[in-house]
């Protein structure tokens, strides 16, 4: 499967943003989805990931209750919508794809490009 994110931008504090990744491949269902990002310095670090049909999230700690993952399976598409975005959530946006459930980066065998997100004060 191939990955293609986008969606990222200049929002100030507070503000929104919404990351749309879009798959290539009839077999987009197969695959859990999550993304991540990585900070200028910092290691890449989990943010949500979703199960191949949608019925089950879970997000980091840090992100919990500002953030939504979704996704579309008819239209091979998974969705980050970020609320309340805070000046520690700049960083470089992935998606990838999984076909073991779980949040170690490592489980992830395909990623997208990343895009940038940029929260100013």
């Known amino acids: 499967v191939q990955l293609q994110a986008s969606g990222g931008g200049l929002v100030q504090a507070g503000g929104s943003l919404r990351l749309s990744c879009a798959a290539s491949?009839?077999?987009?269902?197969?695959?859990?989805m999550g993304w991540f990002r990585q900070a200028p310095g910092k290691e890449r670090e989990f943010v949500a990931v979703i199960t191949r049909s949608g019925g089950s999230t879970n997000y980091a700690d840090s992100v919990k209750g500002r953030f939504t993952i979704s996704r579309d399976n008819a239209k091979n598409t998974v969705v980050l919508q970020m609320n309340s975005l805070k000046l520690e959530d700049t960083a470089v946006y992935s998606c990838?794809?999984?076909?073991?459930?779980?949040?170690?980066?490592?489980?992830?065998?395909?990623w997208g490009q990343g895009t940038q997100v940029t929260v100013s004060s």
């Open positions: 990838a794809a999984a076909l073991s459930y779980g949040f170690d980066q490592r489980l992830y065998g395909y």
């Open positions: 491949g009839r077999t987009f269902s197969s695959y859990h």
